[in-house]
Structure formats: structure tokens, C-alpha cells
């Protein structure tokens, strides 16, 4: 025999009602999207599985009811955690599109400046420009030609001093003297 329990007994689409309620919250905006739907499924979940639990016990209606409440809240958390990355990458996003935004701003309006110095130039001064440009380049082609012909200079020094020292070794040994 069944003893009533003070307790009150809400059927499964009750329980699925009040969970979907509770879990619906207040943004309209899509920022808790999947913590609606982990929510809704969590408790929808839960209710099947509190059925046949509360259904082993006798109570069928509170066991649904537990079980909704307990999946809506894991489900809830769960789909709260992957807004919060969705979230997290929008505005990762957002940030690049920014950065991106204001290099090219910053790049066109280098090239701007560079557009009004060019036409503020005189040929004069375009004309001395490279000439100076001309001038450093062949001082850098004659330094480097000046360090080419030292150390072509320098190995042949000691190639001279290794063929002598070794011209005089032979001699030695042919003398007959040890050194």
C-alpha cells in the first residue's frame, strides 16, 4: 500500500514545461543560445531517466521532476560554458578585423603622404638623391673589393709560407738532418 507524501507530484510535461521556462532566461540577443538548448535537452534527458528511477520507487512524477531540474542544470552548465567560447572566439575575431582595419588605414594613408611628398619634389632634388644613392653604392663595391684583394692577398702569403716550409723540410730530409 501506498503512502501519500505532503510532496507535489508534477507529471513529465510539467516538468519539461517549468524547466524550458527556467531555462529560456532574459537575453534575446543569442548569447545563451546553447545553454537554452543544453538546458532544454538536459532536462528533457533528465525527466526519462528520473521517470524510470522514481518509477522503481513509486514516484514516478518526482522522480521526473528531479531528474528535469538536475539535467536542465547540467545541460545549462555545459551549453553556458561553450556561449562563454563562442563568445570568446567572436571576439578574438572581432579584434583581428580591427587590427586588420586600422593597418590598412595606416597603410593608405602612408601611401597618401608619400602621394603629397612626390608631388612637392624637384627634379633637382630627385636628381642629387640618386646621384648620393650612386655615390654610397659604389663606395660599398669598392670596400668590398678592397676586402676581396686582402684576403685573396692573405691566402696566397700562406700558401707562399706553406710551400716554403715544406720545400725546407724535404731539403732537410734529404741531407740526412733531423729536425
Do not use: W
Amino acid at each position: 500500500m501506498k503512502t501519500s507524501r505532503p510532496f507535489v507530484v508534477l507529471s513529465t510535461g510539467t516538468a519539461l514545461l517549468l524547466s524550458s521556462l527556467f531555462s529560456s532566461g532574459c537575453a534575446s540577443d543569442g548569447s545563451n543560445q546553447n545553454a537554452q538548448t543544453g538546458a532544454t535537452a538536459g532536462a528533457v534527458a533528465g525527466a526519462i531517466l528520473g521517470t524510470i528511477i522514481g518509477h522503481q520507487s513509486g514516484e514516478d512524477g518526482a522522480g521526473a521532476a528531479i531528474g528535469a531540474a538536475a539535467g536542465a542544470i547540467i545541460g545549462g552548465t555545459a551549453g553556458s560554458q561553450k556561449d562563454r567560447r563562442v563568445q570568446e572566439i567572436q571576439y578574438e575575431r572581432r579584434v583581428a578585423e580591427e587590427t586588420a582595419a586600422r593597418e590598412r588605414a595606416e597603410a593608405d594613408a602612408q601611401r597618401q603622404r608619400m602621394i603629397a611628398q612626390g608631388k612637392t619634389v624637384e627634379d633637382q632634388e630627385l636628381l642629387e638623391a640618386r646621384q648620393r644613392a650612386e655615390a654610397a653604392e659604389a663606395e660599398v663595391a669598392r670596400l668590398k673589393a678592397e676586402e676581396e684583394a686582402a684576403l685573396r692577398k692573405a691566402k696566397q702569403l700562406q700558401e707562399y709560407k706553406d710551400r716554403e716550409a715544406a720545400a725546407k723540410a724535404e731539403a732537410d730530409h734529404m741531407k740526412g738532418v733531423t729536425p
